[in-house]
């Protein structure tokens, strides 16, 4: 028989680490990056109208993901990673958001739209990478488990108001996305349903 390990106060720690609570920012931004990754493939396989629809979701989500990243992660990020990283974040979104601009007004089935797309793509993914990298070890090195349970809810409810289309104008800029963000996502939701409506 092994002798048991005795607890240390380190251990709930741990675990919580290991397996943090489903609200919990970075769990939820980690479970959206896989989400962005697994619809890039999808577009890639898709044809057609299919193909449409798909980048529409994709779409949808980097839109949604970066306007509430920039209003609720990206400011506690300056205190904890640097006010350096949070601005090369949000440039990074800013350039996205440009380019998904770009995207959503070509024919998915043109060979620019698949250029641009895999352009696109490696951009994204560098861009999460660094989140993943730099960011959000550093929130969760500066933030307490309570902290981050409270960033994911406000998260969330941002998320239900957020555009889910890209918008230049506002893009990188937290302050540009409280004041103008409202709006900009009562025209998309409007916009959205319009076209859901014709289909």
């Not at 449409?52 to 509430?68: G, N």
């Not at 937290?174 to 900009?184: C, L, R, S």
């Amino acid at each position: 028989m092994t002798a048991q390990r005795p607890a240390t106060d380190k251990e709930p720690e741990r675990e919580q680490a290991e397996n943090p609570p489903e609200n919990d920012v970075v769990a939820v931004l980690l479970r959206q990056h896989a989400e962005i990754r697994a619809l890039f493939g999808e577009v890639k396989r898709a044809e057609g109208d299919q193909k449409k629809d798909v980048f529409d979701r994709l779409r949808a989500l980097l839109a949604v993901h970066e306007t509430a990243e920039e209003m609720v992660v990206r400011p506690v990020a300056q205190d904890t990673a640097g006010k350096e990283e949070a601005d090369a974040r949000n440039q990074e979104e800013r350039e996205a958001n440009k380019a998904l601009s770009h995207l959503e007004n070509l024919d998915v089935t043109s060979r620019e739209f698949e250029v641009e797309l895999a352009q696109f793509e490696q951009a994204v993914l560098n861009h999460a990478q660094h989140e993943e990298m730099e960011e959000f070890p550093a929130l969760r090195k500066g933030c307490t488990p309570e902290q981050l349970q409270k960033m994911g809810k406000r998260l969330a409810a941002v998320e239900k108001l957020a555009p889910t289309h890209p918008h230049p104008t506002t893009a990188g800029s937290p302050m540009a996305q409280w004041t103008i963000g409202p709006f900009a996502s009562l025209l998309d939701r409007a916009r959205d349903a319009l076209s859901s409506s014709r289909a």
